[in-house]
């Protein structure tokens, strides 16, 4: 039986174990959609982001932002009850969009509604207009709706819905600007600078769609409770309509980057996340491509440091099994990363089903000669199903897998949204080929420490390359002899 169909088969038999607990989902590798629109939000000047819903929602993404980013998050919540949820949200959303405008004074806010809003249809927009309209004369910060219905999608599609909102809102066609914008998605700070730093490399001045670097990463402070002071600035949202291109580093974030192409002809550009040597490579070529320019030595030299860095890890990363699990753009690219580090990534799991995920996933299976372990729409439940009866070495992911890594007695690299079960989840880097050398780093001295340094490691059910506890004793019994 070859690779493939014996992989094939594989797949199916746990597909049959999957169907098993299809009436719910157990432990989500997914978050809710209005958690990507604040998190696109985040990394707005000045702005103020709003959740049309019950005060839970609010308190649960504050929660969970607060715990991986450990700084302070400000996330306003209209706060509906039993009563609003039977004659509908508008007062609330009112009184907030009042409050916040009188107390906090904000550029921006931005409006998600919820599961809850979304299901009596409450008309955010016409609520929105209708406030302007009352306060016509007054100064008002700009306002935007972003529809973020939780019950469909997850958080990749709230921050793809949040971009799309504000382009919609705030492009406005002027002068061209020689400019790219580029869409982000949900990355950590530190990625983000990675990007800028690329681009100042270039010497291409980008727009950032959006930026958190510096709100998510600051210096300590007295003002914990301020607006973000930095970011994509109003400014910039209405220049997006006047750059040569748009690039969306992520596939699932490119709504729009569409829409600016439509309306104002930019050209759109939808790309895998710049992770390890080829995906990077796509990425440079795609910046220098547009803007006509060759690349500079600087990123040659960058490009070879981190093949330099494959090389040197190889011997302790080849054909080490690895498992991935987290948003759809991030686990494919970095299935790719750990291909080219000399790994096999045996199992892949994503949170939600998309077509262009199985064409990357195609072109990967092409590259590597056999097919993974794929559970699309699926969740760590049937993850840890499916590990029960394919092992593995180490699992790439999000705070959520962490029992799972337990009970296998594997290491767990941490990467994604959620971490909040270790510091420095936004200084966490794995874009370009400087992020791709420190995630080279990282992981092959996590293995190392796992699988080589036995020292300070419980041994008992580690399946280990050397063992010199048993490799000492040994040697006692035979000097004895
Ligand atoms: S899934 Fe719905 S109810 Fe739950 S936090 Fe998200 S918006 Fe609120």
Known sequence: MSNLEENESKE???NGECYDKEFAVVNPTRMCQPMGGIQAMMG?????PV?????GCATYMRFQLIRHFREPIEVASTSLSEKTVIYGGEPNLLKALKNISEKQKPEIIGVMSSCLTETIGDDVSGIIRKFENANIGKELPAMVSIPTPSYAGSHVEGYDKAILSLVKCFARKMVPNNKINIILGNLSPSNIVEIKNIMKDLNVEPILLTDTSENLDGPLSEETLEL???????????DTANCIATISITKHNDSGAKYLEEQFNVKAISEPMPIGIKNTDIFINNVCNTMNIDIPKKIIRDRGRLCDVLVDAHAYNY???VAIYGDVDMVISIARFTYEMGM???VLCVGSESSRFKEDLNELIKD???KPIVLENKDLYDFEKVLDNNPVDLLIGNAYGASIADKFNIPLFRVGFPIFDRVGAQRIKFIGYNGGIEFVDGLTNMLLDFYYDCEGYKL???ELSFDPQSFNESLLESEAK
């Not at 707005?44 to 103020?48: H, R, T």
């Not at 973000?228 to 109003?234: D, E, I, P, V």
């Open 368 to 370: 590597m000669g056999y």
């Open 228 to 238: 973000h002071k930095f970011g994509t600035s109003l400014d910039e949202l209405r």
């Open 51 to 55: 959740i049309h819903g019950s005060q």
């Open 460 to 462: 008992e059910n580690k």
């Open 344 to 346: 096999v990534p045996k």
């Open 12 to 14: 199916d038999s746990i």
């Open 44 to 48: 707005v000047k000045n702005a103020m």
């Open 319 to 321: 054909r080490r099994k």
